[in-house]
């Protein structure tokens, strides 16, 4: 899949990847579009990818890191061919099928997924654009998303001014419930222990904790389940109201590959709907 990786690039051919999948399907917030490429940041770090034909050139400083974060040297073929053999899967890996799951900071992850609970893609972007500007070093023209300790000025009030609601309060809290938290030790708790360590944070319930999980832990034998994903258990699976359980049963019925059929799932669920 990786065709070069130079110093300042990477080259990588559209063989199951999609970018326009990969940045729209729900799991990360910190992209935009400029001229004709996409600007894709994390947290200090900054790529710019441009599309061809057959490849996409990734042009950035910190190359091994987006081939990390874009998880390029994970085979999506094995994957969605192990996918497949669920009948329910066969229409989202078609219509999804260049969708990866990136590999974020987890930091931003956390901040991020708090400011989008109940939220719009336009003011989570705002808002997260506003942390960047305001408290983030300056790369280039670009801004990086700020450290915990970078961050540590901002309160319920400033939180409120832009835009994040009745989620401020949780922001200002979990600021300070996040400099007793251990993210290398965090790394090594086992997935359900470390979803409870998440959930106790302010701003954090089952979904987003699942997501987190997901986005920044890599945990695949997670499920996240939103009103897509419930509206999609009912479709296809039974009728259901308790998003509890919903997980539960879904996580059981796909095992470790249950993050990425979220994915799929609900890329395909949220996209045939709108």
């Not at 490429?37 to 950035?60: F, G």
């Not at 949780?170 to 090594?188: H, R």
Request: with cysteine.
């Amino acid at each position: 899949m990786i065709k070069s990786i130079e110093k300042d690039k990477i080259i990588v051919d559209k063989e199951d990847f999609n970018l326009v999948q990969t940045l729209e399907c729900g799991q990360v917030f910190s992209y935009f579009k400029e001229n004709e490429n996409y600007v894709v940041q994390s947290a200090d770090k900054i790529a710019i990818i441009e599309e061809k034909e057959d490849y996409y050139i990734i042009n950035t400083s910190t190359p091994n890191y987006f081939v990390n974060y874009l998880d390029l040297n994970t085979s999506y073929k094995e994957i969605k061919n192990k996918l497949l053999k669920y009948p329910i899967m066969n229409e989202p890996i078609s219509f999804g099928s260049g969708i990866r799951i990136l590999k974020q900071d987890i930091f931003e992850t956390i901040i991020s997924f708090i400011v989008s609970a109940n939220n719009n893609i336009k003011r989570i972007t705002k808002i997260l654009n506003k942390i960047r500007e305001n408290f983030g070093k300056k790369i280039g023209k670009y801004y990086a998303f700020p450290t915990l300790e970078e961050l540590k000025g901002a309160n319920e009030e400033y939180f409120f001014k832009l835009g994040a609601g009745y989620r401020a309060r949780y922001l200002e809290k979990v600021l300070k419930e996040l400099e007793e938290f251990n993210i290398e030790e965090s790394k090594t708790l086992p997935t359900e222990e470390l979803r409870n360590k998440l959930i106790s944070l302010s701003g954090v319930g089952p979904k987003v904790a699942d997501c987190i999980l997901l986005f920044a832990y890599s945990r695949h034998d997670v499920f996240p389940v939103d009103t897509w994903m419930a509206k999609m258990y009912n479709d296809f699976f039974e009728k259901c109201d308790n998003r509890t359980l919903i997980r539960k049963k879904l996580v059981e019925y796909f095992g470790e590959l249950s993050g990425y059929a979220q994915q799929y799932l609900f890329y395909y669920k949220r996209s045939k709907t709108e």
